[in-house]
């Protein structure tokens, strides 16, 4: 009798569990897609800003690099002072901060008013990554599915940077570059009245509930992880060098402001499929052959895409996102194999900390880079830092295999 009610109280609360997992996911989904947006729709504004406030590329880079610096520099902070304020204030208030950022880029009359907005929008948008995707975990995990939730958070992040590039490239051949940032930050503030509502809906239906978890027991590999982290900053260093330099390079084969809304739009696309492809792939062929297959094949499209013409390399784009951001997709899987259960968030917070900060840094170092070569043996450069991860994905393998 008792095992019957056991089974009966069991499966009444599966719809329940059910619910709450979907509304986490979505909310982290909608924030994942959100700040992505705000974060790469800066590549299509690059141009504009330049001509606007007559600025060099290391000026540029150094735009660039203040919003994912910014972002970068305050992830751990955010993931201590969730556990302090609360997950969802911390979520929530990220995301309306990086709102008003936007607001801000829209009264700017220089580049130091400028930087400042950017820098706001990094420290809301700091909030993000480790939050959003702690929280598919802990919903995901007593029940699995673990790997399958973060894939579809990580697809809606490409998703927000396919889309709102995109809209506003389309959006500044009818009004000024004011009124779409402006647009922009009501945007983000509509996001976070958004995320508000259904991250409270989740916790109100799942309180009072007892968390439980079930993780692989594990010592993780130090320097597996260490091998992990290097590798995940050099191929988000020249994920975020090629973006920053792609506007410059399509500009010089004579693409407009639309042109490079598109361009970004293929590129995201076929990222986005790259993020889903590459983490089967690695899951069927494992880490280290996944990514000496991207990274290879990114370093060979990259230098395609120099020498191409416009309509070659706005065909090309699909196929260079997926390979260019494949890679972080198999990286970022094999983060909680590397670690201890009871240090996996800081791994987490630690790896996107890492790779964020090295995107930020690469934008300014090869922006400087730019000046004094130009574009074509700056992006050149890029591909071949890429060759540098083919070592190092052994070392994180044997880490793997040490752990297995």
């Not at 992830?75 to 609360?86: D, I, M, T, V, Y």
């Not at 979520?91 to 607001?103: P, Q, S």
């Amino acid at each position: 009798m008792t095992d019957l009610s056991e089974k009966i109280s069991l499966n009444e609360s599966l719809p329940d569990d059910m619910s709450v997992r979907r509304r986490s996911l979505l909310a982290a989904c909608g924030a994942h897609a959100i700040h992505d947006g705000l974060t790469d729709v800066i590549y299509v504004l690059l141009p504009i800003w330049q001509v606007q406030f007559g600025l060099s590329l290391a000026q540029v880079g150094l735009l660039r690099g203040a919003y994912s610096g910014t972002m970068a520099g305050f992830q751990l902070l955010a993931s201590r002072a969730a556990k302090r304020w609360g997950r969802t204030r911390l979520l929530v208030g990220g995301t309306a901060l990086a709102g008003v950022a936007y607001l801000c880029v829209g009264l700017a009359d220089g580049l130091p008013l400028l930087l400042l907005a950017l820098m706001l929008g990094g420290l809301g948008a700091s909030t993000q990554h480790p939050l959003a995707s702690s929280m598919v975990s802990d919903t995901y995990e007593a029940g699995g599915g673990v790997k399958e939730a973060l894939s579809q958070y990580n697809f809606a992040g490409d998703i927000g940077k396919m889309l709102i590039p995109a809209l506003v490239g389309l959006l500044l051949t009818v009004v000024s570059w004011r009124t779409s940032v402006t647009l922009l930050g009501l945007l983000g503030l509509a996001a976070a009245a958004l995320l508000g509502w259904l991250i409270v809906a989740r916790g109100a239906r799942n309180s009072g509930k007892t968390k439980t978890t079930k993780v692989k027991a594990g010592t993780g590999s130090v320097s597996g992880l260490r091998a992990l982290l290097v590798t995940g900053v050099l191929d988000s260093a020249v994920r975020m060098g090629f973006l920053t330099f792609l506007p410059f390079v399509l500009t010089s084969k004579g693409a407009g402001t639309a042109g490079i809304g598109l361009a970004l739009a293929l590129l995201f696309v076929g990222g986005a499929f790259g993020k889903l492809l590459c983490g089967y792939l690695g899951a069927r062929i494992g880490m280290m052959k996944t990514v000496w297959l991207t990274e290879s094949a990114t370093a060979l499209l990259i230098i395609l895409a120099v020498y191409l013409p416009l309509t070659g390399m706005m065909v090309l784009l699909p196929l260079l996102g997926l390979a260019l951001n494949g890679t972080s997709s198999v990286l970022y899987g094999v983060v909680p194999e590397l670690s201890s259960a009871e240090k996996r968030e800081h791994a987490f917070a630690l790896f996107y900390t890492g790779t964020i900060g090295g995107g930020a840094l690469a934008p300014v170092l090869f922006g400087r880079l730019g000046d004094l070569t130009g574009i074509p043996v700056a992006v050149m450069t890029l591909s071949a830092i890429l060759l540098l991860t083919l070592p190092l994905s052994w070392i994180v393998q044997r880490g793997l295999d040490r752990t297995a």
